[in-house]
């Protein structure tokens, strides 16, 4: 005889209560204190330049205190609800392989950056709410101080919680020349759960 326990109609809406709530609405994203970018052109066009995102395309990047990308990942997030507790392990996934935490700093020095594209506007959705979410769990995680979140899609970029963006590059623009100083990445790892939930596009 064998026994177990069927999942309650409460326990699913418990599950799906927890979900909703690994989302940062706008409102709560500006009033996190996010640091601004100095320069937020140059920074998205460095990183369109090194990994040239297409739709669904996730590229988490560090910067120094001057803004110097220092290590940087690019993947492909699969088709599935979007939830910030699965985001937050990707992107910290990503970071572990790419670059050594902060942890035994007293105060983040890096930040890392969430650079997104997607289809549709410019305009906030619960997705960019669950990568708002992750993107902050996982540099706390991880030792850095959470940075911007920037959408791509075809009509530009944009700088969710700022106001900030432009219409080049876009979703559909072709990559200009790459410049800055990069850190090479780390070996990348292989294995794990991470690798059963991603596609990885590039990690260059």
């Excluded at 297409?54 to 492909?76: C, I, K, N, Q, Y």
């Amino acid at each position: 005889m064998t026994f177990g326990f069927a999942p309650s109609s409460a326990a699913s809406l418990s599950t799906s209560a927890a979900s909703a709530h690994r989302v940062l609405e706008p409102a709560e994203w500006a009033a996190a204190g996010i640091p601004l970018l100095r320069n937020p052109r140059e920074v998205v066009s460095g990183l369109h330049a090194r990994h040239h995102p297409g739709p669904a395309t996730a590229v988490v990047a560090v910067l120094d205190p001057e803004e110097r990308l220092r290590a940087s990942a690019s993947f492909v997030r699969r088709p599935a609800p979007a939830d910030g507790w699965m985001f937050r392990n990707s992107l910290l996934a990503q970071l572990r392989r790419v670059i050594p935490h902060d942890l035994r700093r007293r105060t983040p020095v890096r930040t890392a950056v969430l650079l997104y594209c997607r289809d549709g506007d410019a305009r906030w959705t619960e997705e960019d709410g669950a990568w708002m979410w992750g993107l902050r769990d996982a540099c706390t995680l991880h030792g850095l101080r959470c940075g911007a979140y920037i959408t791509l899609t075809r009509d530009g970029w944009q700088v969710l919680g700022e106001g900030r963006g432009g219409r080049r590059p876009n979703a559909v623009s072709a990559p200009g020349p790459f410049s800055g100083t990069v850190m090479p990445p780390a070996p990348p790892r292989t294995g794990g759960a991470a690798s059963e939930v991603l596609r990885r596009v590039a990690a260059r």
